[in-house]
């Protein structure tokens, strides 16, 4: 079964630091761009950042640049994502995701539909 499970989220203060694991299982997802998107409530769930197969390629958006890091630890099958100088508008519930298909180019690591395997999401809330 694959299966994706997040950890590391809680509640942090404004300037505060939050590290996110996603572990991973049932696919051989060194083989797959990996992915970390977030949903605030009443809004739609949007691409945070994301990693190539081989963790060469990063992509990120633009409201985490600077403060955010995605790495991933292939034998351990495991994705990061290190938070710094976290903000009120971070907050949200974080999904980690695998794509479809392990031929996508590096490209396409942002488009939330190049993801089929879903985590069930991990709460950050940062305080103001």
């Known amino acids: 079964q694959v299966q994706l499970v997040e950890s590391g989220g809680g509640l942090v203060q404004a300037g505060g630091s939050l590290s996110l694991s996603c572990a991973a299982s049932?696919?051989?997802?060194?083989?797959?761009?990996m992915g970390w998107f977030r949903q605030a409530p009443g809004e739609e769930r949007e691409f945070v950042a994301a990693?190539?197969?081989?963790?060469?390629?990063?992509y990120y958006a633009d409201s985490v640049k600077g403060r955010f890091t995605i790495s991933r630890a292939g034998a351990q099958n495991t994705v990061y994502l290190q938070m710094i100088n976290l903000k009120p508008e971070d907050t949200a519930v974080y999904y980690c995701?695998?794509?479809?298909?392990?031929?996508?180019?590096?490209?396409?690591?942002?488009?939330?539909?190049?993801?089929?395997?879903w985590g069930q999401g991990t709460q950050v809330t940062v305080s103001s």
């Open positions: 995701a695998s794509q479809l298909s392990p031929y996508y180019s590096a490209l396409s690591l942002p488009k939330i539909n190049t993801y089929d395997v």
């Open positions: 049932g696919r051989t997802f060194s083989s797959y761009g």
């Open positions: 990693i190539s197969r081989d963790g060469g390629v990063t």
